[in-house]
Nanobody, 127 residues
Framework: RVQVVESGGGLVQAGGSLRLSCTASELTFKDYLMAWFRQAPGKEHEGVSCISWTGYSQYYKDSVQGRFTISRDNAKNTLYLQMNNLKPEDTAMYYC????????????????????WGKGIQVTISS
């Protein structure tokens, strides 16, 4: 069965960096649009970034634009999220998700209709 597993979370100080990884198994990775989501305590679940199946196109939530970089390695079935200049408001549980559709809308619609989800990984930023 399909498994999506996140790694790389942890505790860092404000201004620091973390790189999240997400490995997907039992699916044809290159057939999937991939995305990162997050949910902070008491806040709604939100899309952070998504990437087309080729990796050439990306979309970012405004608050992370310029600080986060999403990428993927289709040969390794792995998605990444490089997070720089982290802020306390980035503290959340981060989730990786996959959507079986190569169509890339180029806007926040890329966060709709995910097929598979990871269990999430905690990212905590101290001030």
């Amino acid at each position: 069965r399909v498994q999506v597993v996140e790694s790389g979370g942890g505790l860092v100080q404000a201004g620091g960096s973390l790189r999240l990884s997400c490995t997907a198994s039992e699916l044809t990775f290159k057939d999937y649009l991939m995305a990162w989501f997050r949910q902070a305590p008491g806040k709604e679940h939100e899309g952070v970034s998504c990437i087309s199946w080729t990796g050439y196109s990306q979309y970012y939530k405004d608050s992370v634009q310029g600080r986060f970089t999403i990428s993927r390695d289709n040969a390794k079935n792995t998605l990444y999220l490089q997070m720089n200049n982290l802020k306390p408001e980035d503290t959340a549980m981060y989730y990786c998700a996959a959507r079986k559709n190569r169509t890339y809308p180029g806007d926040a619609r890329c966060f709709d209709g995910m097929s598979y989800w990871g269990k999430g990984i905690q990212v905590t930023i101290s001030s």
